[in-house]
């Protein structure tokens, strides 16, 4: 068989099932528009985007997108670019810009959570959505139409392989998200129907993570945001040009969903398309740490509000009641890297002992080894109960003095059920964005995004390097 006889058949196999899971998918991203979006799922993806910027800010003074930063001039050879890689305003494609820029937003660990599908969207579709709509020019309504296809495609995909999915070893930011970057860059790109499955099928090849990090709290963790981003843009491009992908990459006996899970709900990817908005099942995260250590902080901070005396030399013991997954996850009292400590249980509620409600991201190595934080993280405890909400907890805290205090918390502040305003979510932008010494511009950045109807991508990427300059 020659190529073009090779390139002819896998053409045909591909219009072979013409009203599959994917191609309802991608006809999906490829018809909608900012018309058929209701009102309150646009603010909350304003929202969600703001906080995403916020965190893409404050992760600039941070080591990983600085790393990221260093690497991708090395790819670059020094020649400029269409698109900002905010760290140091250097020019570059939308596609290392993605990378980087993803790595950066992600670093910071208090982005958006996703609970069903258990990922971070924004470090994989913002960090996408920001460099190639400043690239294209792209009107503010086209931004927000594509940040939504985007929260739709990875969030579905999670609702029908999470747990298992997860629980075979996979990231679901590093996976979901270099589908729900594809479905955003291609909604930005206008491709059709038929190119979006393309760029899907692409997707399918490239989509990775592993959750290997926690063993030893390695950086791999932050790269998937930035490698997912990248591979959205680069699936979407490739598509745009000519290069095909499975049509069925999502239900096929080979697909991505029958790889990554042994167990799995196909028709959660298409139930409601249009109907039901993933960004508006898309949570806020209010304090430092990851998906599971954050109803533990919440609990904690509420407790350490209403005691009489709530320093750490005066706390006996910290008892978290959870699921057995929680401490499977997220039971490290001797965490050695900072991403070991976010990922620690014990170390995010010694964190809130210490310094209350940690909103930002500048937790840096003397808090890793902060005396009195190790301390406390020693008197923290598990209680294992499979009886528990996976994300929930109740912790218990004994006071020194024979007293004792305890909160249960499923649904933490900034949960969609407890969601953050407009005035709350930029309240916690500018606590993000303060350090930057930059309130004015910040505030700009904060004025366009609500009004981003009014403006587009390059305008918005101009003010948010501006913050930095």
């Given at each position: 068989?020659?190529?073009?006889?090779?390139?002819?058949?896998?053409?045909?196999?591909?219009?072979?099932?013409?009203?599959?899971?994917?191609?309802?998918?991608?006809?999906?991203?490829?018809?909608?528009?900012?018309?058929?979006?209701?009102?309150?799922?646009?603010?909350?993806?304003?929202?969600?985007?703001?906080?995403?910027?916020?965190?893409?800010?404050?992760?600039?003074?941070?080591?990983?997108?600085?790393?990221?930063?260093?690497?991708?001039?090395?790819?670059?050879?020094?020649?400029?670019?269409?698109?900002?890689?905010?760290?140091?305003?250097?020019?570059?494609?939308?596609?290392?810009?993605?990378?980087?820029?993803?790595?950066?937003?992600?670093?910071?660990?208090?982005?958006?959570?996703?609970?069903?599908?258990?990922?971070?969207?924004?470090?994989?579709?913002?960090?996408?959505?920001?460099?190639?709509?400043?690239?294209?020019?792209?009107?503010?309504?086209?931004?927000?139409?594509?940040?939504?296809?985007?929260?739709?495609?990875?969030?579905?995909?999670?609702?029908?392989?999470?747990?298992?999915?997860?629980?075979?070893?996979?990231?679901?930011?590093g996976t979901f998200g270099t589908f729900g970057s594809t479905a955003a860059i291609a909604r930005l790109l206008n491709l059709d129907q038929d190119r979006t499955s393309d760029a899907f099928g692409i997707a399918g090849s490239q989509a990775a993570g592993l959750k290997a990090y926690v063993a030893d709290g390695s950086l791999t963790m932050i790269f998937h945001a930035g490698r997912a981003a990248q591979n959205g843009v680069e699936a979407a491009l490739l598509a745009q040009a000519g290069f095909s992908g499975p049509h069925s990459v999502f239900e096929d006996e080979r697909g991505f969903v029958r790889a990554t899970s042994d167990e799995y709900r196909m028709e959660e990817i298409s139930a409601a398309l249009g109907q039901r908005f993933e960004v508006d099942d898309t949570s806020f995260r209010p304090y430092y740490g990851c998906t599971l250590t954050i109803t533990g902080s919440g609990s904690t901070a509420a407790i350490l509000k209403r005691a009489p005396n709530p320093q750490p030399e005066n706390i006996e013991s910290i008892t978290v009641r959870c699921h057995p997954i929680v401490v499977e996850e997220v039971g490290n009292n001797a965490p050695q890297t900072l991403l070991a400590a976010r990922l620690s249980m014990e170390f995010n509620l010694a964190l809130v002992v210490m310094r209350g409600d940690v909103l930002v991201g500048d937790v840096d190595d003397s808090d890793l080894w902060n005396p009195t934080l190790r301390s406390l993280m020693g008197r923290v405890k598990f209680d294992t109960d499979t009886s528990m909400p996976r994300y929930g907890t109740v912790v218990t805290i004994r006071f020194k003095d024979g007293s004792s205090d305890s909160v249960?918390?499923?649904?933490?502040?900034?949960?969609?059920?407890?969601?953050?305003?407009?005035?709350?979510?930029?309240?916690?932008?500018?606590?993000?964005?303060?350090?930057?010494?930059?309130?004015?511009?910040?505030?700009?950045?904060?004025?366009?995004?609500?009004?981003?109807?009014?403006?587009?991508?390059?305008?918005?990427?101009?003010?948010?390097?501006?913050?930095?300059r």
């Open positions: 068989m020659n190529a073009s006889t090779l390139n002819t058949a896998t053409l045909n196999t591909a219009t072979l099932n013409p009203t599959g899971i994917t191609r309802q998918v991608a006809g999906y991203v490829a018809a909608t528009r900012h018309a058929d979006l209701p009102a309150a799922t646009v603010l909350t993806t304003k929202r969600l985007l703001l906080d995403g910027i916020g965190c893409l800010l404050a992760g600039t003074r941070g080591a990983p997108g600085a790393i990221a930063a260093r690497a991708t001039d090395h790819l670059l050879g020094g020649t400029a670019g269409h698109s900002t890689i905010f760290y140091n305003g250097k020019r570059s494609s939308a596609r290392d810009a993605a990378f980087v820029n993803g790595i950066t937003l992600y670093s910071v660990g208090v982005n958006d959570i996703h609970k069903a599908s258990g990922s971070h969207p924004g470090g994989a579709i913002i960090s996408a959505l920001l460099g190639t709509s400043e690239w294209l020019g792209t009107p503010g309504a086209d931004m927000l139409t594509a940040m939504v296809a985007g929260y739709d495609v990875m969030g579905r995909l999670g609702r029908a392989t999470i747990p298992s999915h997860r629980e075979r070893g996979f990231h679901p930011t249960g918390m499923d649904s933490p502040k900034g949960d969609p059920g407890n969601p953050l305003s407009w005035d709350e979510t930029r309240h916690k932008f500018e606590k993000l964005v303060a350090p930057l010494g930059a309130a004015a511009r910040a505030a700009h950045v904060a004025d366009l995004v609500l009004d981003l109807e009014q403006t587009n991508g390059t305008v918005l990427a101009a003010a948010i390097n501006a913050v930095l």
